[in-house]
């Protein structure tokens, strides 16, 4: 009993350092996008051409996350963690520097650089070192801290815009963030030590993948259940792609609303995600049947959503009901980590968190440019429908996970 309270204090410390990693990334996918107003009024850009930003940004994030998981296997999480971090203070200062659309691409290149290994190191870390009955709280921690970083990068750097007198200060002030966040890691690096055997009951769990060491590398692609989890996090991140980038203007364009509450619609989005998150956490380790509990959730934010497209309801509310969306999207954040993490093979941790989470930097890649063609177009609400389709085919995905799951269960039970 008296080793209780020393293992949760190991617990919160590791947590609280992953949480801190995870929202400087998401953060740092934020780096650009507030900034495009500023970027359009300084260079002329139109905002397809800014939407490509975007995609490169995620479609370096997504190939790199798939290979990352590979890597994280293999050196461990610790060193890849570090060197993503000093790959965000380079394209904060690369953004700073910007003189044209060369150099804003190669800052949304280094950022997804950055951002590329997070998901195969986070979760690496987590499973690995918090002891099973806080995990759920640990996945929900870890989302939390993602949408907070979502909802701080807007207001950070639009206020150090205005406080500042330039978005060039702004950026380079991100920059010195990221810097300061991997000093913080590196002086408390023992509690981000993947290697280390911290738990008793991850001995069975390494036994099992010593047993699954004469497998391929690349056995884990064969799973289904690998590829739905893939398609889950594609169909729900071209959704969050849509508001995050383009809530905004779509508003504009449908309400007439002004810059200065449209722009809290996506802070707003992500407070109210992290609310979810945090009541997520509780309920996904009371939860059975996980994919009920994301298809109720994800099927409540579709319908917010398609009511905002509508145009039908006022621009006040409307805008209000878009940001409550999130608030069901986070709810069901930390099931779908804990689906992936019943889909893992032993042994390939990295691998499929990398090839999953890889479906999230598709889903902003090719989201983005397709919903600013739309914006360009004229289609704001087109916006908003499509966010809440894409919701409901991550629902069907979610559902083929848990039922692939479910088969392989009755497989071994019946073997047993």
């Known amino acids: 009993m008296s ?27 934020l780096l650009l996008p507030p900034l495009f107003p500023l970027f359009i009024r300084d260079f002329g850009f139109s905002y397809s051409e800014l939407g490509l930003l975007v995609s490169v940004f995620y479609a370096i994030s997504g190939t790199g996350q798939a290979l990352s998981g590979f890597l994280v296997d293999r050196v461990g999480a ?122 008793t009951h991850e001995r069975s769990t390494k036994a099992a993948a010593v047993a699954h060491a004469n497998e391929h ?38 309400f007439g609303l002004p810059l200065s509450i449209t722009a809290f619609v996506i802070t707003g989005y992500m407070l109210f995600g992290a609310a979810g998150m945090l009541l997520g956490g509780f309920l996904v380790a009371r939860t059975e049947r996980l994919e009920r509990l994301i298809a109720i959730c994800l099927f409540g934010a579709a319908t917010l959503l398609f009511l905002v497209g509508t145009a039908t309801l006022p621009g006040m509310l409307s805008a209000g009901l878009a940001a409550l969306a999130g608030f069901g999207t986070g709810i069901a954040g930390p099931s779908r980590d804990m689906l992936i993490r019943r889909s893992a093979p032993p042994g390939a941790t990295g691998r499929v968190y990398g090839m999953v989470y890889s479906g999230l930097d598709l889903g902003f890649a090719l989201a983005a440019p397709i919903f600013g063609a739309l914006l360009d177009h004229h289609s704001p609400s087109a916006v908003f429908y499509g966010s809440a389709l894409a919701l409901v085919f991550g629902i069907v995905s979610a559902t083929l996970v848990s039922m692939r799951i479910s088969q392989a269960r009755r497989a071994v039970d019946a073997t047993a």
Not at 3 to 28: E, K, M, N, W, Y
Not at 163 to 183: E, K, M, P, Q
Not at 217 to 237: D, E, G, I, K, N
């Open 217 to 254: 590398p690349l056995a884990f692609l064969r799973l289904p259940s690998v590829w739905l989890c893939f398609s889950f996090f594609f169909w729900s991140t071209c959704a969050l792609s849509a508001i995050q980038s383009f809530a905004s203007p779509a508003l504009q364009q449908l």
């Open 78 to 199: 610790r060193p890849v963690l570090f060197t993503a971090l000093a790959c965000f203070a380079l394209a904060a200062l690369a953004t700073a520097s910007a003189t044209g659309y060369v150099g804003l691409m190669l800052a949304a290149a280094l950022a997804g650089l950055g951002n590329s290994p997070f998901h195969p190191v986070d979760f690496t870390i987590l499973n690995k070192r918090v002891s099973h009955p806080n995990i759920g709280h640990a996945y929900s921690v870890h989302g939390i801290s993602g949408n907070l970083g979502w909802a701080l990068a807007p207001v950070f750097l639009a206020g150090l815009t205005v406080a500042l007198g330039s978005w060039r200060y702004a950026a380079a002030s991100a920059g010195l963030c990221a810097a300061i966040v991997l000093l913080v890691l590196w002086l408390n690096r023992s509690a981000l030590d993947d290697k280390a055997i911290v738990e």
């Open 3 to 29: 080793s209780a309270p020393v293992i949760l204090r190991q617990d919160v410390r590791t947590i609280g350092l992953v949480g801190l990693a995870h929202g400087t990334s998401h953060f740092f996918h």
